[in-house]
């Protein structure tokens, strides 16, 4: 899997917008779907959103789609995650992840072994 690193986290309100930056360590991720996941506090990890190795195609769990939207920037070796709209819902460490092979699609249903240290959203009411 290749390394990536999380930023972009912070405490915002209700309504308010971040931006998510995930970049590549040590190795390029051109080529390799990525996908950005979360965990809130007491809950499993989930998908949240997912692009194909060639940004052609998205996907993005019903809860976000229409306030997130997911990008990615492969001269810079980023992957960003644009949130609208936030809820407290939407509280969480999120991370990403890429796929360990190329030219897929999604990363949806890959069972990752490891994570990055993730970046912590949390948005008050």
């Known amino acids: 899997q290749v390394q990536l690193v999380e930023s972009g986290g912070g405490l915002v309100q209700t309504g308010d917008s971040l931006r998510l930056s995930c970049a590549a360590a040590?190795?390029?991720?051109?080529?390799?779907?990525v996908g950005w996941f979360r965990q809130a506090p007491g809950r499993e990890r989930e998908f949240v959103a997912d692009?194909?190795?060639?940004?052609?195609?998205?996907d993005y769990v019903d809860s976000v789609k229409g306030r997130f939207t997911i990008s990615r920037n492969d001269e810079k070796q980023m992957v960003y995650l644009q949130m609208n709209s936030l809820k407290p819902e939407d509280t969480a460490v999120y991370y990403c992840?890429?796929?360990?092979?190329?030219?897929?699609?999604?990363?949806?249903?890959?069972?990752?072994?490891?994570w990055g240290q993730g970046t912590q959203v949390t948005v008050s009411s």
């Open positions: 692009i194909s190795w060639n940004g052609v195609s998205a």
């Open positions: 040590g190795r390029t991720f051109k080529n390799y779907a």
């Open positions: 992840a890429a796929d360990g092979s190329p030219f897929g699609a999604t990363v949806r249903w890959i069972n990752f072994s490891s």
